[in-house]
């Protein structure tokens, strides 16, 4: 590797304690590179700032304590457990459950009995025989650092010590986050280098609270400017009127397109048609029929001379659009061609080889997409899907290898007041209507009591060649328990209820066989897909009807309209079960919302009202926030401010010739 390379763009092979093995692990985690571990955030904090003692304690407060270990001892209790306790000054109880069947002192007990003075952290709790702490982290010296500690995001085999390692030796190299937002923007913030380290490792809440405003700052400034850079400039491909391609597709159509849907289209084609370039979003409930917007402009693309490639978040998404996309443009004699990254080296060769000469007029991919490697002919619109996150840095890559008009779909449920500011100057138009005739999905809350008719219903269905889905919520897809519980309710079903259909069976800790399993699904061959995660937001499977969510009161509103939305697509109505075990008033007012609308927009409101801005609608839930550290709604005065300063800026200086440092951020970051 060269020496000149900049340590923040290398694998994190290079951090402590990752080799390529432990990489694979943290890629998971999304963590590729040694800048995305200082862009990967703590999730909480635990207050190191003050040491107390048992004396001045707090009752109900985690906080960090001291004493002299006294009492310590270590007992068998049920199930090959054994309990380990001690008193701190003889004042605070100490206890720790762990797993241990050997004989003689466990681990964890002999690594305690070499300590006098210990540094405890955990909840206080003022019980029965005085005050207690359970399971507390411990330190044989006291903690470095005397502010805020940083708790992040896990998954199995990888633990908080090991991220905060990793974090320290990579803000070593922090020098490398050059200042990147223009001088008379960034003197009212913290510097950025200084914003990286005390987002980390904060010295309190108020630099943990300047720190943050910074990069969310940062994160909607550049966010907008990846939105609006290069919409100003008169020098887009001029696509031609309509002709008789897009006729003979239209014509094509099986149904009628809703008015919403013809909206769409004209202003699209008048997009396509200026010399602007555009830069539009289509923002539309699931099953609105986005699609056809972006048929549309493929087709008026190819017949006006150019090329067209359609980015989409994952090879399931991809192989399912080509084969959408050979059924409507192949007939019109477009040589539409499929390019992802799990493909023999030759067939991507030859595809590459097809969008260089122009032979292949429509690619559709995931990020293999915007590899370097891949040149176009003649591209002149691009199509990303944004169901999924895609950053500003691989839209751009994307309309770099061309002069191209750019659509984005998104279907993220968020309220329409926030999606204007959010999407700032991007012109959006909505599709609001569903297509007629398409049925709204049955929703029905069911008493647990009633779980096997539930299950009876769906068989029936499947009988019939439906097909179904049944989705099971984990809080976190890292808890390892969780996760076992549904895994074992899973089997359970299949056993069981489900004994008489074929199952699949999917969870996000499964590697490639995810992806085989959704084919499958697709491919009809399995009836049933059984799954932990959120069910891939863009799934069409038209022949699916029926859905049974399990725990329903565990999701947020806008998750479960999604979630829903996989079902009923085709022609015959989709029903939805809700199965709740567990319903408190507020659950039961959250799930009415659920049955009475089947508009994603007022249920994203009505979830911000009931549940409060906490919860970012329900986005972060499923996994796929739109920002790594922003609030939408908490944030929404600095989206709004640094969305105004983007627009002077790009009045002021269109190309940016002034601020190469910014555009070079543009293309690096990942938001
Ligand atoms: P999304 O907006 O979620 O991407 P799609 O474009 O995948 O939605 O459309 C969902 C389904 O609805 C597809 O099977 C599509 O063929 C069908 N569809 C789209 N528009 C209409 C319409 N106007 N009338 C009837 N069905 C439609
Ligand atoms: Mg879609």
């Known amino acids: 590797m060269e020496k000149s390379m900049n340590m923040l763009d290398r694998p994190v092979t290079v951090l402590p304690g990752i080799g390529p093995k432990r990489a694979e692990t943290v890629k998971k985690l999304g963590l590729e590179t040694v800048r995305d571990v200082v862009f990967s955030f703590p999730r909480a904090y635990k207050d190191f700032q003050k040491v107390l003692t048992p004396h001045t304690a707090q009752a109900n407060e985690e906080q960090l304590i001291t004493g002299t270990l006294l009492n310590l001892n270590e007992r068998n209790i049920s199930g090959g457990r054994r309990i380990i306790q001690a008193r701190l000054d003889d004042m605070l109880t100490l206890t720790w459950f762990i797993h241990y069947r050997g004989r003689g002192p466990s681990f964890l007990y002999r690594r305690l009995q070499k300590i006098k003075q210990i540094w405890v952290y955990g909840m206080v709790k003022d019980a029965l025989f005085g005050l207690e702490m359970n399971s507390p982290e411990f330190f044989d010296k006291e903690p470095m650092h005397h502010g805020l500690m940083p708790v992040y995001p896990l998954i199995s085999g990888v633990s908080n010590e090991q991220r905060k390692n990793w974090i320290r030796y990579a803000l070593n190299y922090s020098h490398e986050l050059e200042e990147c937002l223009p001088p008379n923007i960034s003197k009212n913030l913290l510097e950025r280098e200084q914003a990286f380290r005390e987002i980390h490792f904060p010295a309190d809440w108020e630099m943990q609270a300047k720190a943050r405003k910074r990069i969310v700052f940062e994160e909607f400034f550049l966010f907008n400017l990846g939105l609006q850079y290069g919409v100003k400039k008169a020098s887009g491909f001029k696509h031609s009127l309509d002709g008789e391609l897009v006729e003979r597709y239209l014509k094509s159509l099986p149904f009628e397109l809703t008015d919403d849907q013809q909206d769409a289209l004209k202003i699209v084609g008048k997009d396509m048609e200026s010399t602007f370039p555009m830069r539009r979003l289509i923002h539309g409930e699931v099953g609105s029929g986005k699609t056809i917007v972006a048929e549309y402009g493929a087709i008026k693309a190819v017949e006006s001379g150019g090329q067209v490639a359609m980015m989409v978040p994952t090879e399931v998404l991809a192989r399912q659009m080509i084969q959408r996309l050979k059924g409507s443009l192949g007939p019109l004699g477009i040589n539409v061609t499929l390019l992802i990254g799990h493909m023999p080296a030759k067939e991507s060769d030859e595809v590459r080889k097809a969008l260089a000469n122009g032979s292949a007029q429509v690619a559709v991919g995931t990020h293999a997409l915007i590899t370097e490697k891949v040149k176009f002919k003649n591209l002149t619109l691009a199509i990303v899907d944004e169901q999924h996150r895609f950053g500003v840095r691989q839209r751009l890559a994307l309309l770099d290898k061309g002069n191209a008009d750019l659509l984005v779909m998104s279907a993220t449920p968020i309220p329409r007041s926030l999606a204007l500011t959010l999407y700032g100057d991007l012109e959006t138009t909505e599709i609001r209507q569903l297509p007629q ?128 939305g996989r079902v009923g697509r085709g022609d015959k109505p989709g029903i939805c079960f809700l199965l709740s075990y567990n319903l408190s008033e507020l659950g039961r007012a959250r799930l009415d919302v659920i049955r009475n609308t089947n508009d994603g927009f007022k249920i994203a409101e009505e979830d911000l009202k009931l549940r409060g801005p906490g919860d970012l609608l329900g986005v972060r839930q499923s996994g796929q926030p739109l920002f790594k550290l922003a609030n939408l709604l908490e944030d929404s005065a600095i989206l709004e401010e640094s969305a105004r300063l983007v627009q002077e800026l790009l009045l002021d200086d269109p190309d940016l010739k002034n601020y190469s440092y910014l555009k070079n951020e543009l293309k690096r970051q990942r938001y």
């Open 437 to 564: 005739g398409r049925k709204e999905v049955d929703t029905r809350l069911v008493d647990p009591r009633r779980r096997n008719d539930v299950y009876d219903y769906l068989v029936s269905r499947i009988k019939r060649g439906e097909q179904a889905y049944v989705v099971f919520p984990l809080v976190e897809e890292s808890d390892k328990l969780d996760l076992k519980a549904a895994v074992n309710e899973m089997e359970e079903l299949k056993r069981g209820l489900l004994s008489t259909v074929s199952v699949g069976l999917l969870h996000g800790q499964m590697g490639k066989e995810k992806e085989e399993i959704f084919q499958a699904f697709y491919n009809q061959e399995i009836q049933v897909l059984l799954a932990t995660t959120v069910i891939e937001v863009g799934m069409n499977v038209p022949n699916a009807t029926v859905m049974v969510i399990e725990n329903a009161e565990r999701y947020g509103l806008a998750q479960l309209h999604q979630l829903r």
